[in-house]
């Protein structure tokens, strides 16, 4: 069993700063990429930002220069560091990761719960 567990979301003003955390915890082998999503109210789940396991990052236009994804594989966790942030940020973030499980190996693609970001003033 592997789960992934975010950390870091709250209420902060147009232009400040929020740093999340995803731990991932179980049964874990290796964790090939990583990534975050998020869902705002009445809309679909989109990317926001994802790195392999060899660090190569992606990032969603709507954050390109504004947001930094990074990991710590020695703690099986991601982070996603957001500056400037908007109202239209606002949304639950979803961590994701690409699990191979210890034996008898699996592959698995896990979600978080979730972590709510507002921004407003």
């Known amino acids: 069993q592997v789960q992934l567990v975010e950390s870091g979301g709250g209420l902060v003003q147009p232009g400040g700063s929020l740093r999340l955390s995803c731990a991932a915890s179980g049964s874990i082998f290796s964790i090939n990429a990583m990534g975050w999503y998020r869902q705002a109210p009445g809309k679909q789940r989109e990317l926001v930002a994802t790195?392999?396991?060899?660090?190569?990052?992606n990032y969603a236009d709507a954050v390109k220069g504004r947001c930094t994804i990074s990991r710590d594989n020695a703690k099986n966790t991601v982070y996603l560091q957001m500056n400037s942030l908007k109202p239209e940020d606002t949304a639950v973030y979803y961590c994701?990761?690409?699990?191979?499980?210890?034996?008898?190996?699996?592959?698995?693609?896990?979600w978080g719960r979730g972590t709510l970001v507002t921004v407003s003033s």
């Open positions: 790195i392999t396991n060899n660090d190569n990052t």
């Open positions: 994701n990761a690409a699990v191979m499980t210890t034996p008898p190996y699996r592959y698995l693609e896990i």
